[in-house]
T-cell receptor, first 115, second 109 residues
Framework: DAMVIQNPRYQVTQFGKPVTLSCSQT?????MYWYQQKSSQAPKLLFH???????NEADTPDNFQSRRPNTSFCFLDIRSPGLGDAAMYLC??????????????FGDGTRLSIL | GNSVTQMEGPVTLSEEAFLTINCTYT??????LFWYVQYPGEGLQLLLK?????DKGSNKGFEATYRKETTSFHLEKGSVQVSDSAVYFC????????FGAGTRLTVKP
């Protein structure tokens, strides 16, 4: 089945130690998103890629960066994780951005813990 | 800007009870509306959607009707099961997906 896969499911890192979360998709969708979700709150959009075009949300901290080396893969890099960055990180994809009734397809998330 | 207001939880029901989770929206233009469900420890799964006024989305016994006149997209199910326990998110799609705050549903046997 075509899907969005996130690895690892659980990640533990130390305060200030860089960490990378990965996402891959077999849907061949143009758009890939990264969300941060805390305590079953609404997902908060960090940034998205439309093909190779990177779009950062205005309130996303500089500590968070992303790479999309090809259509299938997208990475979330947290350069110096703080305790406040402990959360579930969700990757999602869509055929196009916004409108036209196209849903976003989510992976199962990576739960990040900071020691 | 676009926004979604969702009924606050948590909601606790007995098995086979009727479920309604209210969702209203503010939007310019004609957004598409969605309900997503999130089971513990998992990502969001699309439950149903509607793309225009008076459309009814349905899936797994859940239904929601896109009401433009009341700007609402309430989620309903006639008889909930323990397995329906999850967090439910209403969302609308304009340029970006806007999510409601989520409603936690617990169904007890």
């Amino acid at each position: 089945d075509a899907m969005v896969i996130q690895n690892p499911r659980y990640q533990v890192t130390q305060f200030g130690k860089p960490v990378t979360l990965s996402c891959s998709q077999t849907l061949n969708h143009n758009v890939m998103y990264w969300y941060q979700q805390k305590s079953s709150q609404a997902p908060k959009l960090l940034f998205h890629y439309y093909d190779k075009d990177f779009n950062n949300e205005a309130d996303t901290p500089d500590n968070f960066q992303s790479r999309r080396p090809n259509t299938s893969f997208c990475f979330l890099d947290i350069r110096s994780p703080g305790l406040g960055d402990a959360a579930m990180y969700l990757c999602a994809t869509s055929i196009i951005r916004g409108g036209s009734g196209q849903p976003q397809h989510f992976g199962d998330g990576t739960r990040l813990s900071i020691l | 800007g676009n926004s979604v207001t969702q009924m606050e939880g948590p909601v606790t029901l007995s098995e086979e009870a009727f479920l309604t989770i209210n969702c209203t929206y503010t939007a310019t233009g004609y957004p598409s509306l969605f309900w997503y469900v999130q089971y513990p420890g998992e990502g969001l799964q699309l439950l149903l959607k509607a793309t225009k006024a008076d459309d009814k989305g349905s899936n797994k016994g859940f239904e929601a009707t896109y009401r433009k006149e009341t700007t609402s997209f309430h989620l309903e199910k006639g008889s909930v099961q323990v397995s329906d326990s999850a967090v439910y998110f209403c969302a609308l799609s304009g340029d970006d997906m806007r999510f409601g705050a989520g409603t936690r549903l617990t169904v007890k046997p």
